[in-house]
């Protein structure tokens, strides 16, 4: 029986290539993986760690395992000509842009510290999401079947603010979220976003209709809801 911990570990990465990114995510992801083995194996009792991740990707488009690859609209030239990476990886979801100015969280739990249901796990990201938005003045919600955070749902007008997919293997999560907020709107025009035609993708800048907004506030507020709504108490790492 391993001991429950809900200390969540936050790092901060800056700017960092995908690639690294992900495998960063695979290590932390096998060591808690690991601890629940052990703890399974011989009753060891260990606590298992959990992690938050932020970090701003340079330009990549990356498509999910039941993602369609036709949803990329571009070739191999063209993304190399527009300074774009592309990579095939494990998360549920289909294809999805990262870049400057959106901020990309990744949560790495053991949601048995917490509540095994993975459908809770997604809701509560899309709370944080749509509860940070608020403090904006935005009145942002979920759009029935399609992960991710939306602004006027039900209308014309519906447009994404704020992707996810996640991946979770012995209730242990990794990917997350991708929230925009002074990003490039117009490296989504070379995907076909989620694999959902005719959604328009938005940014919290434009909607605010200011040029940049304070990404490390946004963090803040995201933290706040996240620390909030999991009940959990978040200890600061800095990145070495």
Not at 158 to 182: E, P
Request: net charge negative.
């Amino acid at each position: 029986m391993q001991t429950l911990n809900k200390i969540i570990q936050v790092q901060d990465l800056g700017t960092k290539d995908y690639k690294e990114t992900w495998d960063f995510q695979e290590d932390l992801f096998k060591e808690i993986v690991d601890t629940k083995i052990k703890n399974r194996r011989e009753d060891a009792g260990l606590e298992t760690k959990n992690h938050f991740l932020f970090v701003e990707h340079p330009h990549v488009y990356t498509l999910g395992k039941s993602g369609d690859m036709s949803n990329l609209l571009l070739d191999e030239t063209q993304l190399a000509a527009k300074g774009a990476t592309f990579y095939k990886i494990n998360r549920g979801g289909d294809i999805t842009y990262h870049g400057p100015g959106q901020i990309v969280g990744y949560p790495i739990l053991d949601l048995e510290n917490f509540f095994t249901d993975i459908h809770k796990y997604l809701r509560l990201l899309e709370e944080m999401i749509i509860l940070t938005l608020a403090e904006y003045g935005l009145k942002a919600a979920r759009s029935e079947g399609e992960t991710g955070v939306w602004l006027d749902v039900g209308t014309p007008f519906a447009r994404k603010i704020c992707a996810m997919g996640v991946r979770a293997s012995r209730w242990v999560t990794m990917h997350g979220f991708a929230l925009n907020v002074n990003a490039d709107l117009g490296y989504f025009d070379n995907i076909i976003p989620c694999g959902i035609r005719g959604k328009a993708v938005t940014s919290l800048n434009v909607e605010l209709g200011k040029i940049k907004i304070d990404e490390a506030e946004v963090k803040e507020k995201l933290l706040h809801h996240f620390e909030t709504l999991f009940e959990a108490e978040l200890a600061y790492q800095t990145v070495k």
